[in-house]
């Protein structure tokens, strides 16, 4: 391979390496015989942009927030009502 002939499944390897197992860019570059300019320039190219949650993800979350709340107050009901009926047993 010639300098800057590169293939994008290398380029996202090599990203890959900084993004997701942490290796520091220079340690990279200098493995792989890369300028840090371009690696910097792949990040940005083929790093994966940060998920915001979609409409639906946000209103399964608003339901099962409430579905969690309903059953929290039911439980805490029932503790108390087992608290008075084991004080009503002794």
């Known amino acids: 391979m010639g300098p800057g002939h590169f293939t994008d499944d290398f380029k996202r390897d090599a990203v890959a390496q900084i993004t997701e197992r942490g290796y520091p860019v ?4 200098k493995r792989l015989g890369v300028s840090q300019h371009s690696l910097y320039a792949w990040k940005r190219k083929f790093s994966k942009p940060p998920v915001s949650p979609s409409v ?3 209103a399964e979350i608003r339901r099962l927030k409430a579905e969690l709340a309903r059953v929290t107050e039911e439980r805490d009901i029932l503790k108390k009502a087992t608290a008075y009926f ?3 047993a002794k």
Request: negative net charge.
């Open 56 to 58: 639906d993800q946000a």
């Open 26 to 29: 220079a340690e990279v570059s």
């Open 86 to 88: 084991a004080k009503d």
